[in-house]
Structures are given as C-alpha cells and as structure tokens.
C-alpha cells in the first residue's frame, strides 16, 4: 500500500484539470430559463481579466461594485442559447460563493414552450486548451447531459 501512494505522489505527473458546470432549467410557471454557472473562482477572476482589463477582487472585501456588469458581458459573449431558432438574451441575475466556486445565475425572461434549443458555451475556453464545460439541461422534467470542449462546443436539444 505505501509503495501504490508513493507511485502516485511522486512518479504519476501533478495535472491540474479545468471544469466548470452549467445547469439550465426551464421553470414554466414563471416562463423563465434559468441558468447557473459554476466555476472555480481563481479561473473565473482570470477570465474576467483578460476579458475586461479589470481585476475584479471576487469573493474579497475589495470586490468591485459593477462586478456583475463585466460578468454579464463576459457570459453573454461566451454563452449563447437560442431556444426554437430564435437567440436570446441572458440577463445577469446574481452570484455566490460556494468555497473556492462562483455560482453565477442567469435568466431568460419570457419562454413558453421549448421544443429545440442551441447552447453554446465558450467558458473559460481562452485560458485553458483542456476546459470543459459540464452542460445539463432540464425541460419538461427530461435532463439531457453533455461535456463541451474546445473541439465541441455547441449542442442542439430536442424536446418533444
């Protein structure tokens, strides 16, 4: 036994691993969708760096106020949904921390019934060649899963 933990302290390669998971659930009393993106928050911080050239110090005393405007533009530029063949728009509904994880939720006002729905998301994908980004989906009480990659970046779900 001593010798399988020291093969794997010392011999098995240290290798980081970049995930996020993205949660997408249509609550048709209200006619929302509502999605929730986590992610490491040391990743998410970099990410909004580069993409805003503003250290936004999350989960700090010094987090800056218009944080979640520069959120908001980074998600809807790295996620996009259409819903029926149409594009919508997310809006920026609130974040929290979970220890070392930002938990980013958003909504889409608005939506009756889902039949097809584009997701694409980019999350991260600029940072890191081997992100991958974790997507359920819920309609109708039907989950679907897939993980989206820098070569697979997009899925199409059909609910009928």
């Known amino acids: 036994m001593i010798g399988l933990i020291w093969f794997w302290l010392f011999v098995v390669p240290v290798h980081d691993f ?3 998971i993205c949660e997408a659930e249509h609550n048709s009393d209200l006619r929302q969708l509502e999605i929730k993106v986590k992610t490491f928050t040391n990743d998410y911080e970099e990410a909004l760096l580069k993409h805003s050239g503003k250290k936004l110090g999350l989960d700090t ?3 800056k106020a218009d944080a979640y405007i520069i959120i908001e ?3 809807r530029e790295k996620i996009q949904i259409s819903i029926n063949g149409e594009t919508v728009i997310l809006s920026y509904w609130y974040h929290e921390y979970e220890a070392d994880a ?3 939720h958003l909504i889409v006002e608005d939506i009756c019934d889902i039949h097809e729905m584009q997701f694409r998301n ?3 994908m600029e940072l890191f060649d081997d992100q991958t980004n974790i997507l359920r ?5 039907k989950k679907q899963y897939v993980n989206l990659t820098k070569n697979y970046r997009y899925e199409v779900f059909r609910f009928d």
């Open 18 to 20: 970049y995930v996020s």
């Open 61 to 63: 005393s010094e987090e």
């Open 73 to 75: 533009k980074y998600l």
């Open 102 to 104: 930002t938990w980013t």
């Open 122 to 124: 980019e999350v991260l």
């Open 137 to 141: 989906v819920e309609i109708g009480g």
